[in-house]
């Protein structure tokens, strides 16, 4: 079945960039999306259709898009962008919503 | 600004029975899709179900088709998932959430959160 690939975890120090890719079929004629979750919280969307960054998300947060695999890159990493990140695609042959199995981001 | 509220979870046996619901506002709820996702203790997210604005288009994922129903009154602003047939494996926190766009499957908004437990 279709699924998408998330590296289980990345590390980073402060202030470098963390990139965190996420691989699919799915992703090359649906658009990606990327939630950041928080111990305890629910998901919140920072990137949505591959690469725009809705209001109130800092710019360091982007995203990028090529083929079968996307990313999200933050920049200048801080402490408070420690968290899980999840990407989210579709499959219109179902099961129609994917989420990548997530990636622990440690600053 | 947009919210998002789950209620109805709890801890129900196995083979039993629970129905969520989800206040909207904040939006016009009539005009978008909604989603049910949930996250079993320690694990990642799993997209359960969604619902078009209308209610003509409902979608399940296989692990619950055939048990669990999505439905909505826009008349009400809220959305609902019946769960029936309970399983030990359906234990999660469960989130509605809004649908990005008409034409997307993504989700722009997520609620809070509502915890259900199946245990005997």
């Known amino acids: 079945s279709p699924e998408l690939t998330q590296p289980p975890s990345v590390s980073v120090s402060p202030g470098q960039t963390a990139k965190i890719t996420c691989s699919g079929d799915a992703l090359t004629n649906q658009f990606s999306f990327w939630h950041q979750q928080k111990p305890g919280q629910a998901p919140v969307l920072v990137i949505f259709k591959d690469t725009e960054r809705p209001s109130g998300i800092p710019e360091r947060f982007s995203g990028s898009s090529s083929g079968t695999t996307v990313t999200l890159t933050i920049s200048g990493v801080q402490a408070e962008d420690e968290a899980d990140y999840y990407c989210q695609s579709a499959d219109t042959s179902g099961p129609y919503v994917l989420f990548g199995g997530g990636t622990k981001l440690t600053v | 600004h947009v919210q998002l509220v789950e209620s109805g979870g709890g801890v129900v046996q196995p083979g039993g029975s629970l129905r969520l619901s989800c206040a909207a506002s904040g939006f016009s709820f009539s005009t978008y899709g909604m989603h049910w996702v949930r996250q079993a203790p320690g694990k990642g997210l799993e997209w359960v179900a969604v619902?078009?604005?209308?209610?003509?288009?409902?979608y399940y994922a296989e692990s619950v088709e055939g048990r669990f129903t999505i439905s909505r009154d826009n008349s009400k602003n809220t959305l609902f998932l019946q769960m029936n047939s309970l399983r030990p494996e359906d234990t999660a926190v469960y989130y509605c959430a809004k649908r990005i766009a008409v034409d997307l499957w993504g989700i722009d908004y997520w609620g809070q959160g509502i915890l259900v437990s199946v245990s005997s």
């Open positions: 619902i078009s604005y209308d209610a003509n288009n409902k």
